[in-house]
């Protein structure tokens, strides 16, 4: 089992950068994918960036590839993501994910077993 705290959410600027970081603890952090989703206020929750338990593979949703990248950090149990080029639309709640193994092709919420309990990211215009 694992815990999941995220931090670094806020208000941003159009154009502008944000990291989001979610500290892990509990269970062995390097067989854990990670996944991070987001929600928008009266919108399901959607898939944004995964990486496998190995850190070799990384997935990311076609709305924010070449403006997120995800990290992982096995030495400190802890997985980032990083976010240029910010949009008004990307102005959402952020939940970190994980599930044991798996791979980054893992995009439904139904995939992850544990959940932080979010950051607000507000993006302004």
């Known amino acids: 089992q694992v815990q999941l705290v995220e931090s670094g959410g806020g208000l941003v600027q159009a154009g502008g950068s944000l990291t989001l970081s979610c500290a892990a603890s509990?269970?062995?952090?390097?067989?854990?994918?990670m996944g991070w989703f987001r929600q928008a206020p009266g919108q399901e929750r959607h898939f944004v960036a995964a990486?496998?338990?190995?850190?070799?593979?990384?997935n990311y949703a076609e709305s924010v590839k070449g403006r997120f990248t995800i990290h992982r950090d096995d030495k400190n149990s802890a997985v980032s993501l990083q976010m240029k080029n910010l949009k008004p639309e990307d102005t959402a709640v952020y939940y970190c994910?994980?599930?044991?193994?798996?791979?980054?092709?893992?995009?439904?919420?139904?995939?992850?077993?544990?959940w932080g309990q979010g950051a607000r990211v507000t993006v302004s215009s």
């Open positions: 994910a994980a599930r044991e193994y798996g791979n980054s092709f893992f995009t439904a919420t139904t995939d992850y077993e544990y």
């Open positions: 509990g269970d062995t952090f390097s067989s854990y994918t």
């Open positions: 990486i496998s338990w190995s850190g070799h593979n990384t």
